[in-house]
């Protein structure tokens, strides 16, 4: 079985909170930060339910799940408060993720900021050393995240991941855990070569060293460095794309973590697509939404058919739009709140449907007509 999953809260109640909205979205696995990723301030790890979430994701068949280390650590910092602070931080961060009981912590490597990434490359290598040496009693590796190239971030192509792993004494303790957009705004080809770049990546860094695959499409073509995340289908990668890596033989068996945006059309109607991408992604999309739904996206076959709309050519150019500042300042709706302004306008779909289920369903509109052959 796929083991997919998404980002979810470990807000109020820790553990049970995660597992619970986790199980709310049909998931088999999930990610967590230990406390708020801005900032370093964490709750007693012995408050935070653990026992009784492990006990959900038990009766839910959930085995792995995975913490992602917050965004200021930075152990690509010449600084010496900044660097001192990434140690300690991370190190404790090892500790909680320990005592929850799992493997893999996601970090981002860090960045050279007035440096070099020579220089970037050996401070992170001498942070990781200091690290591993100070948590050598837990049994939790560091997943190496791989970087789009925003700024002066390290990890932005295999070749400096390797490096880091080269530099690092007890490299055995650190896996890689790959991000589909940001390999892509990087300038891997994961649409017309996904083979090879799965060849590549084996031998510059070993395909055995992933530990987890985060799963995003991208608002920018590829090689932008941008970093910016789409749902599934709703970006440059495509549902496609995004379905052969999920489901490619040499990836088998990983956890797969969706951290794809939020949308709605105000703030307090935004909604992950978590429950549809995962039901997609899985090829259970009867079985988890039932038949209406599936009659529902027929319907918006239809209808974008009728009136010519390719996802594919639409979802593409809506993002070349974008990129103008007049057009942008003119109409800034992404491609979701276009197409959702379209079936609303012309009742493409039955009345009643929130917000939440008519973009569910634009979202298995993007898998195309062979989600309505296959099942």
């Known amino acids: 079985m796929l083991k997919i999953g998404s980002h979810v809260s470990f807000s109020d109640k820790g553990l049970q909170t995660a597992a619970k909205e986790a199980i709310s979205y049909g998931s088999s696995t999930f990610m967590i930060y230990t406390g708020a990723p ?12 653990i026992e009784e979430g492990k006990q959900l994701m038990e009766e839910a068949g959930i085995g792995e799940i995975v913490v992602h280390a917050p965004y200021i650590v930075n152990l690509g910092s010449y600084k010496p408060d900044t660097f001192e602070l990434a140690v300690g931080f991370l190190q404790e961060e090892i500790r909680r993720t320990d005592y929850i009981g799992v493997r893999n912590i ?19 290598a001498e942070g990781l050393n200091e690290v591993l040496a100070g948590t050598k009693e837990t049994n939790v590796n560091i997943a190496l995240e791989t970087m789009a190239g925003k700024g002066t971030e390290i990890g932005r192509s295999f070749e400096e991941i390797a490096a880091i792993i080269d530099k690092v004494q007890d490299n055995h303790r650190l896996t890689v855990c790959m991000d589909t957009c940001h390999m892509h705004d990087a300038g891997y080809d994961l649409i017309n070569d996904l083979d090879g770049v799965l060849a590549e990546f084996d031998r510059i860094v070993g395909l055995d060293r992933v530990a987890v695959v985060h799963v995003n499409d991208s608002k920018n073509p590829r090689g932008a460095g941008k970093d910016r995340h789409a749902p599934i289908g709703s970006g440059w990668l495509g549902h496609e794309a995004v379905s052969r890596i999920v489901n490619h033989e040499l990836l088998k068996g990983r956890p797969f973590i969706l951290e794809t945006p939020w949308i709605g059309k105000e703030d307090k109607t935004e909604r992950p697509m978590y ?15 039932g038949e209406p739904f599936l009659e529902d996206v027929e319907r918006l ?32 709706r992404e491609p979701m709140e276009r197409l959702f302004d379209l079936v609303m306008a012309g009742e493409a779909l039955p009345s009643g449907l929130t917000e939440e289920q008519v973009n569910q369903r634009i979202t298995a509109w993007f898998a195309g007509k062979q989600l309505l052959a296959n099942v």
Request: glycine share 6%; no cysteine; net charge neutral.
């Open 38 to 49: 801005q900032n370093t301030r964490r709750k007693p790890i012995d408050s935070l339910y």
């Open 301 to 332: 076959h239809h209808f974008f058919g009728k009136q010519e709309i390719d996802p594919v050519i639409f979802v593409l150019g809506t993002w070349e739009q974008l990129k103008d500042a007049k057009a942008k300042k003119a109409d800034p």
């Open 106 to 124: 996601v970090l981002h490597p860090g960045a050279y900021t007035d440096k070099d990434a020579e220089y970037g490359i050996a401070r992170i």
């Open 275 to 289: 429950e549809a991408e995962i039901a997609l992604l899985s090829g259970n999309t009867l079985q988890r939404f």
